[in-house]
């Protein structure tokens, strides 16, 4: 089995900054793609960036440039630092991971249990 553990969410100004980290740990073989999602009360979960083996990012259009997604394969480990925070974007932050578990076993998804952002003054 499989544990992502997010960490660094919490309480923070109009236009302040936090960084998230998600720590997987577990049977890992090897990472592939990991990300991170949010959803927002009454609104569907959303991709906020992801990043591959190899450190490509992938951002969301309407985040671009205020939000970098990093990776730690030592540490197998993703953050997201999110600057110039804004109300919309108070949301639960999911971490996702793509995980083999061994080289005879093909790439399993998991999650994390969430870490609360919110952007209040």
């Known amino acids: 089995q499989v544990q992502l553990v997010e960490s660094g969410g919490g309480l923070v100004q109009p236009g302040g900054s936090l960084r998230l980290s998600c720590a997987a740990s577990?049977?890992?073989?090897?990472?592939?793609?990991m990300g991170w999602y949010r959803q927002a009360p009454g609104k569907q979960r959303e991709l906020v960036a992801a990043?591959?083996?190899?450190?490509?990012?992938n951002y969301a259009d309407s985040l671009k440039g205020r939000f970098t997604i990093s990776r730690d394969n030592a540490k197998n480990t993703v953050y997201l630092q999110m600057n110039s925070l804004e109300p919309e974007d108070t949301a639960v932050y999911y971490c996702?991971?793509?995980?083999?578990?061994?080289?005879?076993?093909?790439?399993?998804?998991?999650w994390g249990q969430g870490t609360q952002v919110t952007v209040s003054s």
């Open positions: 996702n991971a793509a995980v083999r578990e061994s080289a005879y076993r093909p790439y399993v998804d998991y």
């Open positions: 577990g049977s890992i073989f090897i990472i592939g793609a």
């Open positions: 990043i591959t083996h190899a450190g490509s990012p």
